[in-house]
């Protein structure tokens, strides 16, 4: 049985670690995703700690990555890890091939082989479009110091926790998030629908934990990912937070008692909320 989560108490540092050795410590570490998860439904939670749920490679997740990667790393980093083409050509008809194609599919897995993904000539031309809009607002204030993708780990309401940080100054508590997104002006409502909340709460707390002697605060960069491609940047106010912490605190209690009542062995339930009792609409 793997260890409990809070039979260990790590002090909460700055650790050195990629994108794959972050993901592969799941099982290690609950994040806010994983948290998210967890209140959705724990059998499916404990399937992704033992490695039993993988996730499908997503084309726009792929791409947010890449976008990440060009803006808050730069373009230099980029350019190491991405190749900007279409594809092999068909013969045939003189055009790339589809990317559902077993030549596409070929020629990219060299490239992953070499370290290396494919961004298109389109994406990349968005990513330029994102790029020079988030660099006529106060981002560039926000990325001027500090360093992107950070990761943190130590403990949060006793529960062994890790974060990655899309962007972090640690002299000034500052916490940056990139979120790309369809329509700028329902972002505040997508805030709160797709849990940005508990997620930069999260975040704040595992800052708190590196004992800074300033309070952190948090920011969001939203950028649209077609025309007109506006951004902006909000700054998450710490009422918003502070209730979204709360929120944690009761999920990461519940997710102790269930470990300490049914270990990892046992089935975990498949839903904290429904199928229990009969309910009405």
């Given at each position: 049985?793997?260890?409990?989560?809070?039979?260990?108490?790590?002090?909460?540092?700055?650790?050195?670690?990629?994108?794959?050795?972050?993901?592969?410590?799941?099982?290690?570490?609950?994040?806010?995703?994983?948290?998210?998860?967890?209140?959705?439904?724990p059998r499916s939670c404990q399937w992704k700690m033992q490695g039993l749920l993988q996730e499908a490679s997503r084309p726009a997740y792929d791409l947010g990555r890449a976008i990440?990667?060009?803006?808050?790393?730069?373009?230099?980093?980029?350019?190491?890890?991405?190749?900007?083409?279409?594809?092999?050509?068909?013969?045939?008809?003189?055009?790339?091939?589809?990317?559902?194609?077993?030549?596409?599919?070929?020629?990219?897995?060299?490239?992953?082989?070499?370290?290396?993904?494919?961004?298109?000539?389109?994406?990349?031309?968005?990513?330029?479009?994102?790029?020079?809009?988030?660099?006529?607002?106060?981002?560039?204030?926000?990325?001027?110091?500090?360093?992107?993708?950070?990761?943190?780990?130590?403990?949060?309401?006793?529960?062994?926790?890790?974060?990655?940080?899309?962007?972090?100054?640690?002299?000034?508590?500052?916490?940056?998030?990139?979120?790309?997104?369809?329509?700028?002006?329902?972002?505040?409502?997508?805030?709160?629908?797709?849990?940005?909340?508990?997620?930069?709460?999260?975040?704040?707390?595992m800052v708190q934990g590196l004992g800074l002697p300033v309070q952190p605060r948090v920011y969001v960069i939203a950028a649209e990912k077609s025309e007109p491609f506006r951004s902006?940047?909000?700054?998450?106010?710490?009422?918003?937070?502070?209730?979204?912490?709360?929120?944690?605190?009761?999920?990461l209690l519940t997710y102790r008692q269930l470990v300490a009542t049914l270990g990892f062995d046992r089935p975990w339930p498949r839903s904290l909320k429904f199928g229990r009792t009969?309910?009405?609409?």
């Open positions: 049985m793997p260890k409990l989560p809070w039979q260990s108490h790590p002090t909460t540092q700055i650790v050195p670690c990629t994108v794959a050795e972050y993901e592969q410590a799941r099982g290690q570490f609950m994040g806010s995703h994983l948290l998210d998860l967890f209140n959705h439904s990440h990667c060009f803006i808050l790393e730069g373009p230099t980093e980029f350019h190491q890890r991405y190749e900007i083409a279409e594809g092999p050509i068909n013969e045939k008809t003189g055009k790339p091939f589809g990317r559902d194609s077993k030549a596409w599919q070929e020629w990219n897995e060299e490239l992953l082989a070499q370290g290396r993904q494919v961004i298109n000539g389109e994406e990349f031309t968005r990513m330029n479009a994102m790029a020079e809009s988030i660099a006529e607002t106060d981002a560039q204030q926000l990325l001027h110091i500090g360093l992107p993708e950070v990761t943190i780990r130590g403990e949060l309401h006793g529960v062994r926790c890790q974060s990655r940080l899309d962007f972090f100054n640690r002299d000034a508590g500052w916490i940056v998030d990139l979120k790309t997104c369809e329509d700028l002006d329902r972002f505040s409502r997508d805030f709160s629908r797709f849990g940005y909340d508990r997620q930069l709460a999260f975040y704040r707390g902006h940047v909000f700054e998450v106010s710490p009422e918003t937070l502070d209730l979204a912490a709360e929120q944690i605190q009761g999920s009969v309910t009405q609409l």
